[in-house]
């Protein structure tokens, strides 16, 4: 008999459906092939002109329609990060072989977060009303900016009545939002919640605020493959990118009830604040290892029973170092045997997009007991020195994964998964 609750008495949530739209491709499976393979995302900027900027590359999602996924005129009113959101969740759903709408929409929640909203839609309209008059200002304009409008959205789609909310906490936000939206099934407030992360942040304003932090690389503009170079001794800043993650989320008697096909358990997730700097991380990842060890702690998991980390893995300096030391001083000797790699080396990063990303290519390392690799890996960084799988994928089994996110504002966040073996 399948045991429904966790060890601290609580409904078990798992995994039933997944959506993604990426710079690697257009789904969760296309994604990943181009992460196991190693066709890079990151190429040169196409969506404004950065002739006058230090940095003209980022992780574009190419060749989007969003008619493919909505109302060509609904999606003229939406922002680009809610256009993404749209698409991932309409897959979520389909994967997990669900109707739109959801046929019990008062037991169904959405939680779905970003780190800035419909940037893209405000500015665009300030510059209509500076240009063209007032009378050119969309009357969507506030509506396609505010951060919970992608939640909306898929609320709309789905026709979910139950809880909803946004989180917004830079590069934690969606590995947040997944770990909240557990909760909502734990206390019984509902019974399926989708869930994830979207961004959609390619702007010059986004490119030059980040490269006036100095926090961009700045150093391959000519060759953007080898830019993002996680751990690498040479690193020298992130590359940003845009895309959004989605999934669907279920208490385990009712996915096993409809037959559902179950991906992978959420044992246990928690978030922390380094409440030191508003970019630096806490040099003593204080913030990080908590973070880590109360997810642990939450999914009643021992720091032996780690078979993978899916890094954080910028490839800043700083970040690089600190969540390496993180896992060090949480891990101990252990953290020299956990292969731990970083998929931002060829998908960038993607925000408030990032964590239910790398949480639903976490999934997949389980599901084919394949690790995809630290792409770009060429020197070691004596600083950080763990088993970053370097350059090729790596056969192993792997059944329990922490994916780690660390955000501006000292936001930290850990999701730990496992692969669900029905008993």
Not at 145 to 157: D, T
Not at 190 to 196: K, N, Q, R, T
Request: proline content about 5%; glycine content about 10%.
């Amino acid at each position: 008999m399948e045991a429904f609750l966790d060890a601290r008495g609580r409904p078990r949530v798992v995994v039933t459906g997944m959506g993604m739209i990426s710079p690697l491709g257009h789904s969760v499976q296309a994604s990943w092939d181009s992460l196991i393979n190693g066709r890079s995302g990151i190429g040169p900027i196409t969506q404004f002109d950065s002739r006058d900027l230090p940095v003209h590359i980022a992780g574009e999602v190419k060749d989007f329609s969003p008619g493919d996924y909505m109302d060509f005129k609904e999606a003229r009113r939406i922002s680009r990060s809610s256009q993404f959101a749209i698409a991932a969740a309409r897959m979520a759903l389909a994967d997990a072989g669900l109707p739109e709408p959801l046929p019990h929409g008062e037991r169904a929640g959405v939680l779905v977060g970003t780190g800035a909203g419909g940037f893209d839609y405000a500015d665009e309209n300030l510059v209509k009303l500076r240009t063209k008059g007032f009378g050119r200002v969309s009357p969507f304009a506030m509506t396609g900016f505010l951060p919970n409008m992608a939640s909306h959205h898929v609320s709309l789609l789905a026709r979910a009545l139950g809880p909803i909310s946004t989180i917004a906490a830079a590069c934690a936000t969606s590995t947040q939002a997944i770990g909240e939206a557990i909760e909502f099934i734990r206390q019984g407030r509902a019974d399926l919640m989708i869930a994830g992360g979207t961004e959609g942040l390619i702007h010059e304003a986004a490119i030059a605020g980040f490269a006036a932090m100095r926090a961009l690389c700045i150093t391959h503009n000519d060759s953007p493959e080898k830019a993002s170079r996680p751990f690498d001794k040479n690193r020298d800043g992130f590359v940003l990118s845009e895309g959004a993650g989605i999934v669907v989320l279920e208490r385990l008697d009712q996915a096993i009830e409809r037959g559902a096909r179950i991906y992978a358990e959420v044992m246990g997730h928690a978030n922390s604040s380094d409440a030191f700097h508003v970019a630096v991380p806490d040099p003593e990842a204080a913030g990080a290892i908590r973070a880590m060890r109360w997810a642990l702690a939450d999914a009643n998991v021992s720091t032996n029973e780690i078979d993978y980390i899916n890094a954080h893995g910028t490839s800043t300096p700083l970040n690089d170092y600190t969540e390496t030391l993180a896992i060090k001083r949480l891990f101990g000797e252990r953290a020299y045997e956990i292969p731990v790699s970083s998929n931002k080396s060829v998908l960038g990063h993607a925000m408030g997009g990032t964590g239910a990303i790398e949480g639903i290519f976490s999934i997949y390392t389980m599901l084919h007991n394949l690790i995809a690799p630290t792409w770009n890996y060429d020197e070691p960084d004596p600083e950080c020195d763990l088993d970053y799988v370097p350059n090729a994928p790596r056969p192993a089994t792997v059944r329990t994964t922490l994916s780690n996110s660390f955000g501006l504002g000292g936001q930290n966040a850990c999701l730990v998964l496992r692969k669900y073996e029905q008993k």
